[in-house]
């Protein structure tokens, strides 16, 4: 596997954009997905400045309902096809909890596994071991559709460091080489907005474990919470720049963004004026 997570050359981090393949809005559901919308939103992320595309087909927003595996498939796989076919050396990440959908993702030549499950699931720490792809090991509290009702910490830093070394050791023990795993403290799953702050502003004792850091606040909830001005998630782009500027200060290794041109440009900007050591 020769896959870089390393930093562009003026030190700024690498940046991720969201693809979310989504039920068709122009068929009532069923079997039909938008796969050409998906395909040309990635197009113009990778235009923007995308190292990354990370390809989902199951929300896990708070709230949200599971989708079948069957569904999944049939969202994210031509997916990943259309882009690689058009653009053969684009990195993809796919964004799932379910093994089978990763294994046939890899397959189709995605180069990561975004689990934000953290290979929890049944078998997904041998079928990680037998992959050939980075594995992005996320803490969450709870699962999606309810882990907003109750998060519950002693030190949410030091737990989520705690989750960390232990899904490590899990996948070390199952045979994933630790050169292959990123780490994501999972910024709004399973934490309130205290939960979320403390953890971004103890971000430097996760990025002192020394492995790559995947950070993802994008028009997250917290920053509503924090601005009650702001509206829909289209309207967090302010907040969202503000949290990533402060994850690339941390260290962190990979950036997920739905602005990507936006977050480019302040990373760019960030590293001119010096910060990052080149
Ligand atoms: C993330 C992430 C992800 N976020 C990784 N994968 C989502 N590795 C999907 C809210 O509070 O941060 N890291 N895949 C999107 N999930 C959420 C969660 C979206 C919370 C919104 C919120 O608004």
């Known amino acids: 596997m020769d896959i870089r997570l390393s930093a562009h050359a003026d030190g700024r981090p690498q940046v991720m954009g969201v693809v979310n393949v989504t039920p068709d809005s122009f068929s009532d559901g069923g079997q039909f997905f938008d796969v050409t919308a998906a395909r040309d939103h990635a197009f113009a992320l990778l235009d923007a400045g995308a190292d990354w595309l990370d390809i989902g087909g199951e929300s896990t927003r708070p709230g949200a309902e599971p989708v079948s595996e069957g569904e999944e498939l049939d969202r994210v796989l031509p997916a990943i096809e259309a882009v690689l076919e058009a653009v053969p050396e684009a990195l993809i990440s796919i964004d799932t909890m379910k093994p089978a959908v990763a294994r046939q993702a890899i397959g189709s030549g995605a180069t990561m596994w975004n689990d934000v499950n953290a290979l929890r699931a049944a078998g ?155």
């Open 124 to 278: 997904a720490l041998e079928l990680a071991a037998s992959l050939d792809c980075l594995v992005c090991l996320m803490h969450m509290q709870g699962e999606p559709r309810t882990m907003q009702t109750h998060p519950t910490y002693d030190n949410v830093v030091t737990d989520v460091a705690r989750f960390f070394g232990q899904q490590v050791g899990a996948a070390m023990a199952a045979g994933v080489a630790r050169e292959r795993l990123v780490l994501d403290p999972g910024i709004g799953f399973g934490k309130t907005l205290a939960h979320n702050l403390e953890l971004m502003a103890g971000l430097d004792d996760l990025t002192d474990l020394g492995m790559p850091i995947l950070f993802g606040a994008s028009r997250k909830r917290f920053i509503h919470a924090i601005d009650d001005t702001a509206g829909e998630s289209g309207d967090r782009l302010g907040g969202s720049l503000a949290a990533a500027l402060h994850a690339a200060r941390a260290g962190c290794a990979l950036i997920r963004v739905h602005d990507v041109r936006e977050t480019v440009q302040a990373l760019k900007v960030q590293a001119a004026i010096g910060f990052y050591p080149t």
